[in-house]
């Protein structure tokens, strides 16, 4: 799980990359990109995946109710913040909501996971769902806002629920490798 959480704080880092040099307010874009967007691909995908394998394999010690019922919660939340933010927000509906779902359903159950299998105290665990909760509630108010902002506020504001994902994922990490010490 903690290659899982270093590999998405490469996705948000690469993720940021790719957003400073494409999105810029002026129009010129530096060349290469693409290659930082592909890092942001692999390292989330890939992160995602470890963190489901490290979910998976604490299994036989784990509660399969309090994850069954984070995965459904995630996708239930999902789909009523998807209605919220087209209907009464008029957000026009853009990959970043997706992203921001899944990102918070995994964490909260790879938290929850680590929990019932006391791999992390209830400290460390209340720390890990409030640290998901702060960085899915910033990314939330900036894709809200997102489209009402001038360019160059927009620029900033897309950049900000990118490097927040990325130090919660860090400090994720970090929780990670000192309980196992």
Do not use: K, N
């Not at 995994?106 to 019932?116: D, N």
Request: aromatic share 8%; glycine share 12%; proline share 5%.
């Amino acid at each position: 799980m903690v290659i899982g959480e270093i590999l998405l704080v490469v996705c948000s880092v690469s993720y940021l990359v790719w957003w400073t040099t494409t999105y810029r307010p002026s129009g010129r874009t530096s060349p290469g990109g693409g290659y930082f967007l592909g890092g942001a691909v692999l390292g989330g995908v890939g992160g995602l995946a470890l963190l489901a394998v490290g979910i998976a394999l604490l299994l036989p010690r784990a509660s399969w109710l309090a994850l069954g019922a984070t995965v459904v919660g995630g996708a239930l939340v999902g789909a009523l913040l998807l209605y919220l933010t087209s209907t009464v927000a008029h957000r026009p509906v853009t990959t970043e909501l997706p992203l921001i779902v899944v990102w918070a359903t995994m964490q909260l159950a790879a938290g929850v996971t680590l929990r019932t299998a006391e791999v992390l105290t209830a400290p460390a665990a209340v720390g890990w769902i409030v640290a998901v909760a702060l960085a899915t509630l910033v990314g939330l108010a900036c894709y809200l806002v997102f489209y009402r902002l001038d360019p160059i506020p927009a620029y900033r504001v897309g950049m900000v629920p990118l490097a927040v994902d990325g130090v919660v994922a860090a400090i994720l990490a970090v929780m990670l490798v000192s309980t196992s010490s």
